[in-house]
Structures are given as C-alpha cells and as structure tokens.
C-alpha cells in the first residue's frame, strides 16, 4: 500500500507540473495570473482528498509500522 500511495503522489505532481507548464505557454509577466494559481490550486486540493480517503481506508499497520499490540494479561 506505501508503494501506491507514494506512485499516486508522484503521477500527482507530474500533472501539477504538467498542468502548470500548460498554464503558463503564454505567460509574459512577473506573477502569474489568477486562473493560472486557481488551476493548479485545484490539483492540489483534489490530490490532497483523494489522499485522505486512502489513507483513511486502511488501518495505520498498513501505512507504515505496525501498532504495538499492548500486553492484555
């Protein structure tokens, strides 16, 4: 699951990359414009929901080190 999670966060930033790269063809000025920010806003904010549902479907064992069991006696 950390192998996916990780593939998923970097296909997501070559789109922002990608994204931004398209936004900005005609750019000829010193900050970028509005919808240029909105745009790759955008990404981010859906990559970062997209992220929490994942990571919410799986116990934290799978995520990373596995929960230390508490002794029960």
Do not use: C, R
Not at 32 to 38: D, G, R, Y
């Amino acid at each position: 699951m950390d192998k996916t999670f990780k593939i998923i966060f970097i296909i997501g930033l070559i789109i922002i990359f990608a994204v931004a790269i398209a936004e900005t063809q005609n750019y000829k000025g010193f900050s970028p414009t509005p919808s240029q920010v909105a745009t790759v806003g955008y990404i981010v904010a859906l990559l970062l929901v997209i992220a929490g549902v994942i990571y919410s479907q799986f116990p934290p064992s799978v995520l990373g080190k596995p929960i230390k069991e508490e002794n029960k006696s």
